[in-house]
């Protein structure tokens, strides 16, 4: 069932969250394990991140340096098959453009309605850790909005290779958007411009960006709304749980966190102490959005299901 269709028909604020594929040799019960504590609150879909390769350098015996491809993590289609199939729940898989070229992004999606999975979150994808900018695969696409008019055709019955006749995709998309802004939008009015030119190119909800003060959601809710924006926008939230998240969310999402809470993470001393904190700061936020009516809560797990399960223990 698609994710639209979910929204549309539920009665009150839905429960989602999202997992990361396991590092590579684990197994796919590390991501059962993730899984299993959260199906208490009858999450209606999951979603499931696509991580790109990253390239190292080599040293060859002729003492020239060979670059390597390695991917850490394996690709979404089958965990999202599996997904499916142990917990008859559907599964969101994100397809980015960075790294695939519209073939094998074709492929990827015949491959997906093969399996049954009538949902995907379209998105660009950032750059990958030795390149300073986001660099489009040379027979890819550079936005998202692109990718997302690649499902759409294919949802049209149009497909790149046209030697043999196929049915048409019948695809849900979402898309991202950033209460704070993405951080390569010249501001927030460009970034919402963006955003409305993947709604109308058939992007039919919104994720948002993890963010600490709800304010700031609601004003993006608002801003969209004036902009014309009217597809549901579920917010993203994730629970900060170790010291080092204080420094590394906000460098590497772009975000703020809002004064009460950096004077309360500021008193933290040990890990454990920030994840009482970042649990509390859950319950608030997620509290506070449900009593909101937003269309639902989808949260961050990081495929580390403890804290989630204790803030939504609390509000669903
Ligand atoms: P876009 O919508 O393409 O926007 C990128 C930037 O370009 C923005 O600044 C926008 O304002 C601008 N822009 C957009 N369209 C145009 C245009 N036509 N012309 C000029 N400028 C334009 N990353 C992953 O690698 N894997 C994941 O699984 C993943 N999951 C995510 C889930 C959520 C809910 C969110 C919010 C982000 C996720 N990301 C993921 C991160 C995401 O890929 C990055 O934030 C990326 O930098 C932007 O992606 P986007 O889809 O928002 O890009």
């Not at 590390?30 to 299993?36: E, K, Q």
């Not at 550079?142 to 049209?156: C, E, G, P, S, T």
């Not at 004036?226 to 549901?232: A, S």
């Not at 917010?235 to 590394?248: D, R, S």
Request: some cysteine; aromatic content about 10%; glycine content about 6%.
């Amino acid at each position: 069932m698609k994710v639209i269709d979910h929204l549309n028909a539920a009665k009150s604020t839905l429960f989602s969250f999202e997992i990361l594929p396991p590092l590579k040799g684990k197994s796919i019960q590390s991501i059962y394990d993730g899984i299993d504590p959260l199906m208490e609150f009858k999450p209606k879909y999951i979603n499931v991140t696509y991580h790109r390769e990253e390239y190292i350098f080599k040293e060859r015996a002729n003492g020239l340096l060979e670059k390597i491809a390695i991917r850490k993590r394996p690709g979404t289609v089958g965990i999202c098959a599996a997904i499916m199939n142990k917990y008859h729940v559907d599964a969101v898989p994100h397809l980015i453009c960075g790294g695939f070229s519209k073939d094998e992004t074709e492929n990827a999606l015949i491959d997906l309605q093969f399996l049954g999975i009538d949902n995907v979150l379209a998105l660009r994808g950032d750059s990958i850790k030795t390149e300073s900018a986001f660099r489009p695969h040379p027979e890819g696409h550079a936005y998202a909005v692109d990718l997302i008019k690649q499902v759409i055709n294919m949802n049209q019955g149009n497909y790149m290779t046209e030697d043999y006749q196929l049915e048409p995709t019948n695809f849900c998309i979402g898309t991202a958007g950033y209460p704070e802004k993405h951080f390569e939008a010249m501001n927030m009015s460009t970034d919402l411009h963006y955003l409305k030119q993947k709604v109308e190119a058939g992007a039919e909800y919104i994720v948002t960006q993890m963010f600490f003060d709800n304010k700031k959601f609601f004003d993006f809710v608002n801003a969209c709304k004036e902009y014309g924006i009217n597809v549901p926008i579920i917010p993203g939230i994730k629970p900060i749980k170790t010291l080092a998240h204080t420094t590394v969310l906000p460098k590497l999402f772009h975000i703020d966190f809002p004064e009460a809470l950096s004077k309360e993470l500021l008193k933290c001393k040990s890990n454990d102490e920030v994840k009482r904190v970042g649990i509390e700061w859950g319950i608030e936020q997620s509290k506070e959005l449900k009593a909101m009516n937003v269309p639902g809560i989808h949260y961050y797990t990081m495929s580390n299901s403890d804290e989630v399960k204790a803030i939504a223990s609390e509000v669903f």
